[in-house]
Nanobody, 121 residues
Framework: QVQLVESGGGSVQTGGSLRLSCAASGSRFRVNTMGWYRQAPGKQRELVADITFDLSTKYEDSVKGRFTISRDNAENTVYLQMNSLKPEDTAVYYC???????????????WGQGTQVTVSS
């Protein structure tokens, strides 16, 4: 199994910044894509950003230019720097990774427990 532990959520005012971190741990595994999803009340979970092992990134349109995803492959950690936050960014943010346990043939998806981000106007 791969465990994901998130940190860095909280409450800020409009225009503020937060940085989320997520570390993957376990025994003998290789992480492929890592990323962040979010889910606001009454809405479906949506991809915010993800990053491949070779550092290719993808962003949801509404966060382009404001959020930056990065990762440390040596530490199996992914970060999400969120700037110019807006009230519509308020959601529970979930860390995600696609990883393969080295004793298994296929990779699987793993999720963190979620961290609340609240942006007040």
């Amino acid at each position: 199994q791969v465990q994901l532990v998130e940190s860095g959520g909280g409450s800020v005012q409009t225009g503020g910044s937060l940085r989320l971190s997520c570390a993957a741990s376990g025994s003998r595994f290789r992480v492929n894509t890592m990323g962040w999803y979010r889910q606001a009340p009454g809405k479906q979970r949506e991809l915010v950003a993800d990053i491949t092992f070779d550092l290719s990134t993808k962003y949801e349109d509404s966060v382009k230019g404001r959020f930056t995803i990065s990762r440390d492959n040596a530490e199996n950690t992914v970060y999400l720097q969120m700037n110019s936050l807006k009230p519509e960014d308020t959601a529970v943010y979930y860390c995600y990774c696609n990883a393969r346990i080295l004793t298994q043939r296929r990779a699987s998806d793993y999720w963190g427990q979620g961290t609340q981000v609240t942006v007040s106007s």
